[in-house]
């Protein structure tokens, strides 16, 4: 099995100018729990609703996804296996690999599409469906 039968093709991304208002709003309204952050289609950070968390009680109008992202984030290519990226997320306790090919995104692998559970579940958002 191969990350590219089982990631999400063509993600929801977000560039790391834009406000963390409009990330917020984005997962929220898509019910996503994170953005792979671009900036002229390259790959350079993360943003999960974690990275948000501590944002709450800023003016999250006037504060850039660049602050909260998490940079160069660990990826995966489509023709890994799904045994390699659980691996990953298990040793680096994170919850979605972008999927790269030759440097372009091209999807997103969630712990959920690689059936194991959320490393870092967060309570404040328990309302969504899982």
Same mark, same amino acid.
């Given at each position: @099995?191969?990350?590219?039968?089982?990631?999400?093709?063509?993600?929801?991304?977000?560039?790391? %100018?834009?406000a963390l208002?409009?990330?917020?709003?984005?997962?929220?309204?898509?019910?996503l729990r994170?953005?792979?952050?671009? %900036?002229?289609?390259?790959?350079?950070?993360?943003?999960?609703?974690?990275?948000?968390?501590?944002?709450?009680?800023?003016?999250?109008?006037?504060?850039?996804?660049?602050?909260?992202?998490?940079?160069?984030?660990?990826?995966?290519?489509?023709?890994?296996? @799904? *045994?390699h990226a659980?691996?990953?997320?298990?040793?680096?306790?994170?919850?979605?690999?972008?999927?790269? %090919?030759?440097?372009?995104?091209?999807?997103?692998?969630?712990?959920?599409?690689?059936?194991?559970?959320?490393?870092?579940?967060?309570?404040?958002?328990? *309302?969504?469906?899982?």
């Amino acid at each position: @099995m191969y990350v590219r039968e089982y990631m999400t093709p063509d993600p929801v991304t977000i560039g790391s %100018d834009d406000a963390l208002a409009t990330a917020w709003e984005l997962m929220r309204s898509k019910k996503l729990r994170r953005l792979p952050v671009l %900036d002229d289609g390259v790959l350079v950070g993360i943003l999960s609703e974690y990275d948000l968390r501590g944002s709450k009680a800023q003016n999250l109008d006037r504060v850039a996804v660049r602050t909260a992202m998490t940079p160069e984030p660990f990826t995966v290519s489509p023709n890994d296996t @799904m *045994e390699h990226a659980v691996a990953m997320t298990r040793r680096h306790h994170i919850g979605a690999l972008p999927v790269v %090919d030759h440097g372009r995104l091209v999807g997103i692998i969630t712990v959920k599409d690689l059936w194991i559970v959320e490393p870092r579940p967060l309570p404040e958002w328990d *309302e969504r469906p899982r």
